[in-house]
């Protein structure tokens, strides 16, 4: 019996040993993190989500790159000249090679810039460059011209979509390399278990500052309870979109710290202006009154997000978030309005949501409380594809979404939601215009930073604020949970971060 106890304890602690080599406990140069998605695809030119774009951040370099306080600095890119309104010379880093060890060329980037202004994702962005115009100065000097003035271009080459590619690699892949990137970023794809996890090695052929980390995984974990249980068992030593409902875990917790940021996102209602009731600005403006938004964001956001007054975020310039005051709860107004509106009220209205628990949560708190005023609002929710398509088609009265831009300027936190050229795309399943919105956006677009760009930007909110497409809820905030020992992360205020220059310090 003693022998047999014996056995079963040695094997426990065997077990026990094989275990702790499996987490991410003692290793200094493997950084395991929770996200809570999948990337569908690793080419810069054809992807709309944040999990590929955080994947792809760490393989690809841009020209200029955004730090996470917002300001750009030169990446592949040694200076950006502007002579005039509509010129660009870029002077290249030297001796930058990707990470098959071919060094990057006037070609390459020529070729990638062509490639993003061609590209069905992103041409509402870089379509303006005029793909006529590029002459190569010498072997490390490019110019090309715009088509027409845009005050927010360079800002724009930080994107993603304007990731700089080896024209010769994408060529032989005959144009898909959604699963075979090459870049010249500090990682490089080792494997890719499809909805379970990504593994990313460091490029031997790097050309800025050594990673501390060697080799990145980045685990799948849909369920944000599931990440907290892997953050506190030690499995993974940084976790994505922490629960607010679980910030009174970090709480007293020495080996674990939380990042807390204002994000860039806003969240909102929106409305569909092109179906009844909400066709009808009156309904729409009693909508706002009927909802008391801020009890809804106290409740479901639990103090980890700040109540939203206009479109565009207080991250970005010429925002008039601190200007303006949120629409007071008035239950009686709302039902007077409803009244001169003329709204059935024998007739459903459909919200739309996908699986996201606290959108869920915000939409059953406005149905209790639009209950109050006499309507009835049905809940719908469905998953993200198939509830994309519901929008697309129209199907939906009311949706909640969130908007976040990848150019961190005022234009495109109002062009992609509210332009009339948008309608039926995402977000704008409002299917929203306006005309003199449209004009001032064309206008605003071409200006550089000045007291007339600011104007024109401050009137587009207005506009927006006094035709309600949306129903503001808030400006999110950025949880990201990781252990004590993580040094060197300074959290954007996005998704994707800059998992690279991460320093693990066990």
Known sequence: MFKKKSLIALLLAFVFVLTACGSSSGDNKTLN?????DATSLDPNNYNDDFSENAMRQIYNTLVEKEPSGELRNALAKSIEQPDDLTYIVKLREDVKFSNGEDLTVEDVIFSLKRVAESSQYSYIFGNIDENSFVKQDENTLEFKLNKPDGSFLQALSHPGASILNQKHVEENKDDISQNPMGTGPFVLESWNKLDSMTLVANENYWGDKPEIEKMVLKVIPEASQRLIELESGSVDVAYKVSPNDVGNFDGQDSLKLYNKLDNSTHFVGLNVEKEPFNNKQAREAISYALDMKSIVNSVYMGQAELATTAVNPNFKYSMAKEVEPTGYDVEKAKALLQEAGIDFGKTIKIYVNEDQQRLDVATMMQAQLKEVGINLEVVKLEWGAFIDALKNGEHDMFIMSWSPSVVDPH?????????????????????????????????????????REAIYKKAQQIVNEDKPWIYICYGKNLVGAQSYVENFDVAPTYTQELYRIKLNK
Not at 33 to 37: F, G, I, L, P, W
Not at 418 to 444: C, I, Q, R, T, V
């Open 33 to 37: 993190v929770a996200v809570s998605a």
């Open 412 to 452: 495109y936190e109002l062009f992609q939601p509210f332009a009339g050229e948008n309608k039926g795309k995402g977000p704008n399943f409002m299917f929203y215009s306006n005309s003199e919105l449209d004009s001032l956006l064309e206008e605003g677009i071409r200006l550089k930073d000045s007291p007339e």
